[in-house]
């Protein structure tokens, strides 16, 4: 029968894991989506009460969905590099800022597909294939399998105010759908980096049609990455406020001068985008 595992139990202690981090060794997938095995990072004042306190405990707490979460804790499993978001998060509840992270690894090939609503053709570096069209699936099993382990095993704060989706380039793009097509979800992103041209600019044109509820949202770009992201990022910005988002209320927007498109760039913006993202979200 699955549990959560202390990270060591099954990763070992060769690790740059810090805090309190569990592991579930797999979700079952749905349609068309592969399972996969689930990390939690648990915030000190939560840790501390150990399982059987967790179970009777009065605080309820943000909880923070990460894409690509491989790369959030642990630089031993990531690509190209960790996000440090366990460091980060240990800092921010020394600052009164506690949240629960859960970090969803991809599935290397499936990427793509789980990150992108809408099937196209992929034309990058000489590449033709069809990529996509899974994002709506990969949501409602986040949604639907993924959280409900989450809540029913962890004091989470269910609002949509306190629960937010976070995640870089096409984890990025995969986030700023999720405010549109899971609203009642989710009222918090972390949308760095986001690649948003994919579709002619569905995304965009979405935001406009539809309206957005009101949510608390950090978009960020660095500006030595790929050609036409920071002008996308811009663009992105201005369909935000002309949805009624209002800047240093709630929308975040950051340009780092010569940040590209990387997991050091990501994790040295974090600790800010967290605080802006956590401000009205805490504990209780």
Not at 40 to 69: C, I, N, Q, W
Not at 76 to 85: L, N, P
């Amino acid at each position: 029968m699955s549990r959560w595992y202390a990270y060591e139990e099954l990763h070992g202690t060769d690790h740059s894991v810090s805090g309190c981090v569990l592991a579930w060794p797999e979700v079952e997938g749905g349609t068309g989506i592969p399972g996969r095995e689930i990390l939690v990072y648990l915030p000190p004042s939560l840790a501390a009460l150990g399982p059987e306190g967790m179970a009777h405990a009065k605080r309820r707490y943000p909880t923070l969905y990460f894409h690509d979460g491989q790369n959030v804790f642990d630089e031993r499993t990531s690509f190209v590099g960790e996000w440090h978001a366990d460091e980060t998060l240990e800092l921010l509840a020394r600052e009164g800022h506690e949240a629960i992270a859960v970090a969803v690894p991809n599935t290397r090939e499936a990427r793509m597909a789980e990150y992108n609503p809408w099937r196209g053709l992929d034309r990058r570096a000489g590449r033709r294939r069809w990529v996509g069209g899974q994002g709506d699936a990969y949501l409602d099993w986040l949604v639907g399998s993924v959280k409900p382990l989450i809540d029913g095993s962890f004091p989470t704060a269910g609002e949509r105010s306190a629960t937010g989706i976070i995640g870089s380039s096409m984890g990025g793009l995969i986030s700023m759908y999720a405010l549109l097509s899971h609203a009642d979800v989710f009222g918090l992103a972390g949308v760095m980096s986001p690649s948003i041209g994919w579709s002619d600019y569905r995304l965009l044109r979405l935001i406009r049609e539809r309206g957005l509820r009101r949510a608390r949202i950090h978009l960020d770009m660095g500006g030595r990455e790929w050609r036409g992201m920071l002008r996308d990022a811009r663009r992105l910005r201005d369909a935000l406020v002309e949805a009624r988002l209002v800047e240093g209320r709630d929308l975040r927007y950051v340009e780092e001068r010569y940040a590209t498109h990387r997991e050091e760039a990501w994790a040295r913006r974090l600790p800010d985008a967290l605080r802006f993202l956590l401000a009205e979200a805490r504990a209780g």
